[in-house]
């Protein structure tokens, strides 16, 4: 089971990026799907999720209306779309896989989650 994410670098406050996360050894769409962001000094946070079950979406506040998430099976693949970066959407960002239909209260638990992809790194410029 690996995990591939990709599409990091650096981008101006107002600009936009697309993360990708290729998943190999397992199909996706049995797995609830998720990014997550750590920045430095700080705790890993839940970004974002898609539950496997019913493809419900989970946003954290701070997102909410700026980033969407969704996932292709056919690629194998999930994405998270970021537009209206700022400064503190800088942070690492890993996608993250588990055999779990996490609900409202579980699923930005980092602990949920089974898989984890190595990380890229959004850089927002002020």
């Known amino acids: 089971v690996q995990l591939q994410a990709s599409g990091g670098g650096l981008v101006q406050t107002g600009g936009s990026l697309r993360l990708s996360c290729a998943a190999s050894g397992f199909s996706l769409e049995y797995y609830t799907m998720c990014w997550f962001r750590q920045a430095p000094g700080k705790e890993r946070e839940g970004v974002s999720c898609i539950r496997r079950s019913d493809g419900r979406r989970y946003y954290v506040d701070f997102v909410k209306g700026r980033f969407t998430i969704s996932r292709d099976n056919a690629k194998n693949t999930v994405y998270l779309h970021m537009n209206s970066l700022q400064p503190e959407d800088t942070a690492v960002y890993y996608c993250?896989?588990?055999?779990?239909?996490?609900?409202?209260?579980?699923?930005?638990?980092?602990?949920?989650?089974?898989?984890w992809g190595q990380g890229t790194l959004v850089t927002v410029s002020s």
């Open positions: 993250a896989a588990g055999a779990v239909s996490p609900i409202l209260s579980s699923w930005a638990r980092p602990g949920t989650y089974d898989y």
